[in-house]
């Protein structure tokens, strides 16, 4: 699978995939199970319309009409290399006159495969269908139990096959206003937004639907550039029994991305109180008491100086902060009087809600504080350290869960959300396998 989504793209960096996912057929077999209902649904309303006025009152056409519909089977199955194969079976109830009634079969044999537009959306299309209506039964001749074709032109005529083949990807539930919805925006914070692009249309492999995708991240509105991927990604290939029905996969370099668009939107400069006020600091240094007449506040507002970065081990997941600490006092009239350069390694946590990757900060794994101004003893620095550290390790998660608390919305189709979540940290990528959930209707 590896190769054959490296082929999906062009070889230059600025299409290439940064995360994907592979809908197995047990996911097909899922969005089947859903959209029986929603497909019984559709077709009564399009076959239980009543019939165009008949030219005269004689006229056979006239006497026909569908009073029950009923979907018996409704499968979608995958085929290798090419797409999905839609197999539909209806129980349709005819009155042909006021004391007889038929029942008929009507089948829908159709080939799907979604495609890429223009546009650069996804969208299902239909390349074959072939419908076919028969007879089960009728009243009139009971002993009948094979089902053979029905003769009955006129019926063929209201039925209206052709126009079911038209429309049979409206059967489903992903019609393509939901598969339009993969590439819309999401909101991260008021001001950065994530967007996942597709880059090619899906492959179909026995495993499954693979589709690879391109992240992009805007600030205020503006595409920012990320940094570039030192080695391209490609889907893992998952165990071929895989019993989830989507397996979701995203790079090291997506993270990386991700931090990187919340520095570029000034997320991660914050402002952190300590416990210490000038008054304390100066029992400790006594050069603070000439500097502050009155006792304020000490304050670390923190700037970043370099793009983070996160590394991916197994089962465990490190992002890595540059920043400047400007310390001072007063949180209304700031007066900073040293400048301290602090490297965070910080452990991420990673969890699932609906359709929203929730990233938190576990620990803080390792602080690193250097003076960035001026130069003075290793005691002054220890002391530093001893007085700051404590701040830091508490405030720095506080703060950057707090950036992230609403979570970072997955790619998903509407009217979907991710149930029985298994998420699992390798080498470069995090894999996460998951089940579709179709959402109740409110209202």
């Known amino acids: 699978l590896s190769i054959l989504l490296s082929l999906l793209v062009p070889a230059h960096t600025t299409r290439s995939p940064d995360c994907g996912g592979i809908l197995t057929p047990s996911g ?12 019984e649904s559709v077709l009564r309303r399009d076959l239980m319309a009543p019939p165009a006025p008949a030219p005269s009152p004689a006229s056979p056409s006239s006497r026909n009409q569908i009073i029950s519909v009923k979907v018996d089977k409704f499968s979608l199955t995958l085929i290798p290399d090419t797409g999905m194969r839609l197999s539909i079976e209806v129980d349709l109830g005819i009155t042909s006159a006021p004391s007889a009634t038929k029942e008929m079969r009507l089948s829908i044999l159709a080939d799907l495969h979604v495609d890429m537009n223009p546009e650069g959306n996804l969208e299902l299309v239909t390349s074959d269908c072939k419908p076919t209506l028969e007879e089960v039964q009728s009243t009139e001749e009971s002993d009948r139990s094979a089902p053979h074709k029905s003769s009955g032109l006129d019926m063929d005529k209201q039925i209206n096959v052709e126009k079911i083949c038209l429309e049979v990807s409206k059967l489903l539930l992903f019609p393509n206003e939901r598969l339009m919805s993969l590439a819309a925006p999401f909101p991260i914070t008021p001001s950065c937004q994530v967007q996942y692009l597709p880059l090619a249309a899906p492959m179909y492999s026995e495993q499954g639907i693979i589709i690879s995708l391109q992240t992009t991240f805007q600030v205020a509105g503006t595409v920012i550039p990320l940094p570039v991927s030192p080695v391209p990604f490609s889907m893992p290939e998952p165990a071929s029994s895989s019993p989830s029905h989507l397996i979701l996969a995203f790079s090291e370099h997506f993270y990386t991305s991700l931090f990187s668009a919340l520095e570029e939107s000034g997320a991660l400069n914050v402002s952190l109180l300590s416990s210490l006020t000038t008054a304390t600091l100066a029992e400790r240094i006594t050069q603070m008491g000439s500097l502050f007449q009155e006792d304020l506040p000490v304050v670390l507002q923190t700037v970043t100086r370099s793009s983070p970065h996160v590394v991916l081990e197994e089962d465990k997941a490190i992002v890595k902060l540059f920043l400047t600490a400007q310390i001072g006092a007063g949180s209304a009239l700031f007066q900073s009087f040293l400048s301290v350069n602090v490297d965070v390694a910080a452990r991420l946590h990673l969890s699932v809600a609906d359709t929203r990757m929730i990233i938190s900060v576990a620990a803080i794994e390792d602080v690193e504080l250097s003076l ?3 130069d003075v003893g290793p005691i002054m620095a220890a002391l530093l350290e001893e007085l700051f550290l404590p701040t830091i390790r508490e405030e720095v998660p506080a703060q950057i869960n707090k950036v992230l608390r609403q979570g970072v919305f997955l790619p998903h189709i509407a009217s979907f959300t991710y149930t ?12 996460i396998p998951c089940n579709l959930q179709l959402e109740a209707r409110t209202g």
């Not at 097909?28 to 497909?39: F, G």
């Not at 029985?420 to 894999?431: A, F, Q, R, S, W």
């Open 420 to 431: 029985d979540v298994n998420i699992t940290i390798h080498k470069d990528y995090v894999l």
């Open 28 to 39: 097909l077999r899922y969005l089947a199970e859903v959209s029986k209902p929603h497909a």
């Open 372 to 374: 960035a101004t001026s």
